[in-house]
């Protein structure tokens, strides 16, 4: 991103702040990101977390509705749902530990649900198909929060593309970023434009809903941020290569290490590599996960707190109920971030602290 194009493009837009001719980077943007989702829509916005509230509200979730989440999901997207006034409810992990499970799915959809939001957490769609199949046969909206899954692909189709609504982040570290922002894809044309509108106060009219009959909100993706964006997307395939090709250097470079088992992806699924992704089968593995991350190895659970949300503080107000595998997934998560710069001679680096500070783990207890 720090490159004299991407300066130069951010250096245009701000000189036709505002632009008398009408020109927009971020239509621009929406316009190349429908192209490269093969979709008919793509609605910009200022935050994944706004793409999965828009998202939300474009399907029409409100107060007394529920919303069915993963328990292991990150706390943003319950945000999301509690934004709209929904209740959110969170769903077990599968027996494998993959995805979320159907049949606890199941047993919690209510007359109430309206929605099941599939998470990718480190760019992985488990189970993908199937919840889709699942939420078909019970009449219900899928969101995808695919936020950390741009380019990630499930049987030959694209991460976002599979339900209703697919929600992506564009925030720095991202796979493709502008430092902030997001955006929002659907073929359906008026969950479109009811994004559309409540992203911009309802400016815009909607099927049922003219201009200025709803409020809204100010998400809206600034115009500089837009264009970069745009620079950053026309490296997309290049980036989507260099991430994947980190991952498996890494797991090539880490080895096979006991209490150390490497998530390979499953049959049909290609991950976007945004994140190397492991197994703990150690004790005190959260432990582990921060003392990985204290040494310098960037991971979902020691570094950034990543919990099942169930046990989520913030979430307690919800009383949810246990959901019991989640919590296993989660602690036992070694979800280690890749970013772009990140060099070769630096994989070799967090290799072996990985495999060093497990394997004096492991010989300590």
Not at 135 to 153: I, K, N
Request: glycine share 8%.
């Amino acid at each position: 991103m720090n490159s004299p194009h991407a300066l130069e493009a951010l250096k245009a837009s701000i000189e036709r702040m505002p632009d008398p001719a009408g020109r927009s980077e971020a239509a621009a943007l929406e316009a190349e990101l429908a192209t490269v989702h093969g979709v008919r829509h793509a609605i910009a916005v200022s935050s994944g977390t706004a793409a999965l509230h828009t998202a939300m509200i474009a399907c029409g979730i409100g107060p007394g509705d529920e919303v069915l989440l993963p328990a292991a999901t990150v706390i943003m997207t319950v945000a999301a749902v509690t934004a709209t006034g929904a209740h959110p409810v969170f769903v077990d992990t599968a027996a494998n530990g993959r995805g979320m499970d159907l049949a606890d799915a199941a047993a919690k959809t209510t007359e109430r649900t309206r929605a099941i939001v599939p998470v990718h957490l480190a760019g992985r769609t488990d189970g993908l198909l199937e919840l889709a199949a699942y939420a078909q046969s019970a009449h219900l909206r899928v969101v995808e929060d695919a936020c950390q899954a741009q380019g990630s692909r499930t049987h030959g189709r694209t991460a976002g593309t599979v339900g209703s609504i697919g929600c992506f982040s564009l925030k720095d570290g991202k796979v493709i970023s502008c430092g902030e922002g997001g955006y929002l894809i659907t073929d359906d044309d008026e969950l479109a434009a009811r994004a559309a509108a409540y992203r911009t106060h309802w400016l815009t009219p909607a099927p049922h809903a003219p201009a200025g009959s709803r409020l809204g909100m100010n998400y809206r993706l600034a115009e500089p941020l837009a264009a970069l964006a745009r620079y950053d997307l026309t490296g997309l395939n290049r980036a989507l290569s260099r991430r994947r090709e980190q991952s498996r250097l890494l797991y090539e470079l880490v080895g096979e290490i006991p209490g150390l088992a490497a998530v390979s992806p499953e049959p049909g699924d290609a991950p976007n590599g945004y994140s190397a992704l492991w197994r703990i089968d150690l004790d005190s593995p959260r432990d582990l996960a921060t003392r990985l991350a204290e040494a310098g190895v960037t991971n979902s659970v020691g570094t950034y707190r990543l919990r099942a949300a169930h046990q989520h503080p913030a979430c307690e107000y919800l009383h949810p109920a246990p959901c019991p595998r989640a919590a296993h997934a989660v602690d036992r998560m070694l979800a280690v971030t890749l970013q772009p710069q990140t060099t070769d001679t630096e994989l070799q680096h967090l290799a072996e602290t990985i495999r060093r500070e497990a394997v004096t783990w492991a010989q300590s207890r």
